[in-house]
């Protein structure tokens, strides 16, 4: 099993419904990261958390919010999706406490909004 | 602010041939580099960084990197790809401070190995 997983891997959703991405991870680290992948744009942060009390906006958190339910669960929700937000998704763990640390990443959630 | 830049999205070369993918950067703090690969309909995994020490990084599956701090840049090198070696590579820095472990990241480059 990965040691981060995704679900669901697929989603095709209608403009203005509401989605979560979910997250979990067995590495046993503090750190998650919610990053967007667009073709030609590389990959952006959305959210990011140190841990369950502790949660923060990244570049381009409008549209999104998150909820880290524990240690090893960390959501992404879109209230109303809109066409814009077709993407693929990746959540990300780290246990480094400074920057030079590695990401783990899961397998990603294609996200397509009609 | 930091940025990074790689200079090609898309580099063809065939199986055997020494291949480069370019990364610029921008920062005006010191940076930590990375690059990671992305192989089709996976996740990102490390590939090799650069902390400090050494400016030449070397890696997994026989890449290796070179830091050069005057042109602030961080290409990847491989001297003999494989077909296997076809995937989107995606440079990366982080700023020494904050300490958020946030990575900013490159628009990617698809190496694509052809026989």
């Known amino acids: 099993d990965a040691d981060v997983t995704q679900t669901p891997r697929n989603r095709i959703t209608k403009t203005g419904k509401r989605i979560m991405l979910e997250c979990s991870q067995t590495k046993g680290h503090d750190r998650m990261y919610w990053y967007r992948q667009d073709p030609g744009l590389g990959l952006q942060l959305i959210y990011y958390?140190?841990?369950?009390?502790?949660?923060n906006k990244g570049e381009i958190s409008d549209g999104y919010s998150v909820s880290r339910q524990a240690q090893a669960k960390f959501s992404l929700s879109l209230e109303s999706a809109i066409p814009n937000q077709t993407a693929l998704y990746f959540c990300a763990t780290s246990d480094s406490e400074g920057p030079g640390g590695e990401l783990f990443f899961g397998e990603g959630s294609r996200l397509t909004v009609l | 602010a930091q940025s990074v830049t790689q200079l090609d999205s898309q580099v063809p070369v065939f199986e055997e041939a020494p291949v480069e993918l370019r990364c610029n950067y921008s920062?005006?703090?010191?940076?930590?580099l990375f690059w990671y690969v992305q192989y089709p309909n996976q996740g990102l995994q490390l590939l090799l960084k650069y902390l400090s020490g050494s400016t030449l990084v070397k890696g997994i599956n026989g890449f290796e990197a070179e830091f050069n701090k005057s042109q602030t840049s961080f290409h990847l090198r491989k001297p003999s790809v494989h077909i296997s070696d076809t995937a989107e590579y995606f440079c990366a820095v982080s700023p020494y401070s904050g300490n958020t472990g946030k990575l900013i990241f490159g628009q990617g480059t698809t190496l694509q190995v052809k026989p």
């Open positions: 920062s005006s703090v010191s940076v930590y």
């Open positions: 958390s140190f841990d369950v009390k502790d949660i």
